[in-house]
């Protein structure tokens, strides 16, 4: 049995090249929708209860909600030398796509709305060395999803791709 109160949580690491990674943490959340939903698989198969309600689609929309920020490279852990942090200008050439995602199919949402995004500087730990350090920053996002008739086995999937098309992260959050 699985519970979603506070929506459903999604993370991933990825990378814009080989000296420039980062993490992508959200999750996805719908007034009131997730309090008290519960997944149960058992000997009748996948079945998602409210208290003893059967739910079996999502609200006429979600919304997802997530923030990225550097993270080091794998290469970087021995060696944070080579480390570039991530820029207004790297993340302005990312592109964001979603999609439904039933097994390993892929259906494309084209009709999300970025609702808000920001982006915030992050305050070094080690302020009085704030001048010599490169500056850090936080993207986040709140995009709107319409989601009326989508089956709550179907997960969303968000891929992000670097200024050239390579997918510099994926990631799907599921029930």
């Given at each position: 049995m699985w519970n979603f109160d506070g929506g459903v949580f999604l993370e991933?690491?990825?990378?814009?090249n080989d000296n420039t990674c980062f993490r992508l943490a959200g999750r996805v959340v719908a007034k009131d929708f997730f309090d008290n939903l519960k997944r149960v698989?058992?000997?009748d198969g996948t079945r998602f209860l409210r208290g003893k309600e059967s739910v079996t689609e999502f609200?006429?929309?979600?919304?997802?909600?997530?923030v990225i920020r550097d993270f080091p490279c794998p290469s970087q852990?021995?060696?944070a030398s080579s480390r570039v942090y991530l820029t207004r200008e790297m993340m302005s050439q990312v592109k964001l796509s979603l999609f439904w995602k039933r097994g390993v199919e892929l259906r494309p949402i084209d009709n999300f709305?970025?609702?808000f995004a920001t982006?915030?500087?992050?305050?070094?730990?080690a302020v009085e060395l704030a001048k010599e350090l490169p500056p850090r920053l936080q993207w986040s996002y709140e995009v709107d999803i319409p989601s009326a008739g989508v089956p709550l086995t179907d997960g969303v999937a968000l891929i992000l791709r670097?200024?050239?098309?390579?997918i510099?992260?994926?990631v799907a959050a599921r029930l």
């Open positions: 991933t690491d990825g990378s814009l698989d058992d000997h609200p006429e929309q979600i919304t997802l909600l997530f852990m021995q060696d709305k970025v609702a982006v915030k500087p992050i305050p070094p730990y670097n200024e050239t098309g390579r510099a992260a994926r």
